[in-house]
């Protein structure tokens, strides 16, 4: 099944417009609307999204489905969904980019969470993680349930866990990244469907 994320761009904060959809597109983005919110005239783009089950790249092919297009930043109410694996070591596999760029005006995010994985201790697990195991992983640097969800945001950021869905208020501003966290993954299987609106 396809998942889409979704790019909301202020259309007159940008000299040259057509030129900047025009670059866009070469990112596979397509145009759903145009829009005036607020006196502002808005453009709404979507993609498919290629993640780590679709592509033989891994978790290096995800950070390049969602580059710095052309200088356009994310705004508020951006929107993307998409699949954090259970078997990929953040440490080893790297985080997953979501393309998503929180700034100053970003007051933090929406998340939304689905999905089961196994996780180290062969239990089958949300995104809580194991409510009877903990794990350590030098990637995360945080001791946090096993195969639980976390985020950060920057290469540098505090990691956060997400036990739930809902509101996540972040201190640090930069790129937003997920993961699993867990202290092996051998054994480790199933994925998260994560779909994040930025606030």
Known sequence: MPTWEYKVIRLRSLSDQEEALNALGQYRWELISVATEVGELRAYLKRERV????????????SSTAPQDQGITTTIGDHITL???????????GWVDTGLDLWEDCAG??????????ASTGEVVTTEGSAEHMAFNPAVGLELPAGCLVAKVGEQGTVEPVYFSGFLALEHKGRLYLAVSDESYQNNDGEFTVSVTVL
């Open 51 to 62: 993640d780590s089950t679709t592509t033989s790249e891994g978790a290096a092919g995800l």
């Open 83 to 93: 699949r954090v694996s259970g078997a990929d070591d953040p440490g080893v596999d």
């Open 109 to 118: 995010i929406s998340i939304s969470t689905d999905g089961t994985i196994q």
